[in-house]
């Protein structure tokens, strides 16, 4: 196992105790086992938790095995620590660690990481674009009757207004 393989473990299971979590993985690394259309993926995002059903999660010395569903169809998923680069949480969102170590290059050049004398920093993705926002508008209703001719006896109630959301 490698150095890192302890303190991956250790975190993995403090944040399955807390519910579902994401695993970033390199799918092309040696010992990864994974449904054939996803082995050439350097950025593989697989969800983990002890309620899925089959409950068969193992975190051990090696790495992570697991069924998990792709597409409907069953998998049995195998995971050695030096392929897993990153953990996140669901429930928590301030649980992420990240192994800039075992990260593929790929990823290394996209994500801008930079390195310092004794620690690596990763540095945020560039802003989202700008997207445009939903404009709201009163469309009219349907017209109601001339009103009757002469003083009215109850003032009218006030109509109300319809939003329609136009993208």
């Given at each position: 196992?490698?150095k ?6 250790e975190r ?9 979590v994401?695993?970033?993985?390199d799918a ?5 086992l994974v ?6 993926e ?8 002890y309620r899925?059903?089959p ?6 010395e090696?790495?992570v ?6 597409s409907?169809t ?5 995971v ?13 969102k301030e649980l992420?660690?990240?192994?800039p ?6 990823l290394l ?14 540095l945020p ?9 939903a404009?709201?508008?009163?469309v ?17 109630a006030?109509?109300?207004?319809h ?5």
């Amino acid at each position: 196992m490698d150095k890192k393989g302890p303190d991956k473990k250790e975190r993995l299971l403090a944040a399955l105790e807390q519910g579902m979590v994401m695993i970033h993985l390199d799918a092309r690394r040696p010992g990864v086992l994974v449904p054939q259309h996803l082995r050439d993926e350097p950025h593989l995002r697989l969800n983990l938790s002890y309620r899925f059903d089959p409950p068969d999660l193992s975190v051990s010395e090696w790495g992570v095995r697991s069924t998990l569903s792709f597409s409907g169809t069953r998998f049995t998923i195998a995971v050695p620590w030096s392929a897993l680069f990153a953990i996140a949480s669901h429930v928590t969102k301030e649980l992420f660690w990240m192994y800039p170590d075992d990260m593929p290059a790929e990823l290394l050049q996209q994500t801008q990481v930079t390195t310092k004398v004794s620690t690596q920093e990763v540095l945020p993705p560039p802003a989202p674009e700008a997207r445009p926002r939903a404009v709201l508008r009163e469309v009219p209703g349907e017209k109601e009757a001339e009103p009757p001719e002469g003083p009215p006896d109850d003032p009218p109630a006030p109509r109300r207004g319809h939003l329609r959301l136009v993208k």
